[in-house]
């Protein structure tokens, strides 16, 4: 397991998806170099190679901005002991979101509700996490105590520190380090941006979705280290948690791969270190 270490550690896997195409598409998944992932995954899916990677819980997170999901995805991890999170989606636009999100939390599984995000990446205003309309959401999902998960581009980085400046109640977890241009091996501006986020204190990252953003077929753990050293350089150990993001790291590792590469990411961390990463603070932001 790539935590490694003497003492058993209770290991977290903070970004996972499940999605099963018969009851709705998933429209991102398109072009014929997404078809190893255009079949419907299951818990069930996961479940053994989570455990053959010594994972003992996970935090599973919304894949489509649909009202429909997230009802789904708190029954799932009400009747399944290995799903102990989940982060899912509401419009955080709407007047009644306050409500909404007061709704979820009284459907089966609601107790499991830990997160909400929305796919910001596909928004094509990079400031749209400073809108008054959605600044109310955020506001509204920090008094409900939840987290909120930043999915964005590395334009949309700057936004995010300053609506973490906005809400500081909120506690803002950066999902896949703000996606960095691993594959051109380039490092600014990314790195400044996630700096500055990493410099707000109601601020953590998963160290998730490294490989898809590097060549797919020829990615190394030694490509990947300078991005990782970043983030534990910028926000250290105390706020960085490791995500999977099965399945779709299937498009260029297997889910062992991806374990065994953050523990070699984080290799050069003490004990206390690596139990932060790989569950420790997965565990005291989305309170498992």
């Known amino acids: 397991m790539g935590p490694g270490g003497g003492q058993p550690v209770t290991v977290v896997d903070a970004h996972h998806h499940v999605w099963d195409l018969a009851v ?13 992932i255009r079949r419907s995954f299951s818990a069930d899916d996961l479940r053994p190679e989570a455990h053959a990677a010594g994972v003992d819980a996970t935090v599973l997170v919304q894949t489509v901005c649909v009202a429909e999901e997230t009802p789904e995805f708190l029954a799932l991890a009400d009747t399944d002991d290995l799903v102990a999170g989940v982060v899912g989606w509401t419009d955080l636009t709407a007047p009644d979101v306050a409500d909404a999100l007061a709704a979820l939390r009284e459907l089966p599984g609601g107790g499991r509700l830990v997160g909400i995000r929305h796919q910001v990446q596909g928004e094509p205003d990079p400031r749209w996490l400073l809108r008054p309309d959605v600044l109310r959401g955020l506001e509204a999902v920090a008094r409900a105590g939840l987290a909120y998960d930043l ?3 590395p334009p949309q980085l700057p936004a995010a520190a300053e609506a973490a400046a906005r809400v500081p109640g909120l506690t803002f977890v950066l999902d896949h380090l703000g996606k960095p241009p691993v594959a051109s091996g380039g490092l600014d501006p990314w790195a400044g941006s996630v700096r500055a986020l990493a410099a707000r204190p109601n601020t953590v990252c998963k160290l998730s979705g490294l490989v898809t953003e590097a060549d797919w077929d020829g990615w190394t753990v030694d490509g990947l280290r300078p991005y990782a050293d970043t983030v534990l350089d ?3 150990p105390d706020r960085l948690m490791f995500g999977s993001d ?10 062992g791969e991806v374990v065994d590469a953050a523990g070699q990411l984080t290799a050069g961390l003490g004990e ?3 139990r932060a990463v790989f569950g420790a603070t997965a565990s005291r932001v989305y309170g498992l």
Do not use: H, N, T
Not at 26 to 35: N, T
Not at 246 to 255: I, K, N
């Open 234 to 236: 910028a926000f250290g």
């Open 151 to 153: 999915v964005v581009l």
């Open 24 to 36: 709705r598409d998933q429209e991102w998944i398109k072009g014929a170099e997404m078809a190893p």
């Open 272 to 274: 206390d270190e690596r």
């Open 246 to 255: 099965w399945p779709v790291c299937r498009l260029a590792a297997s889910y």
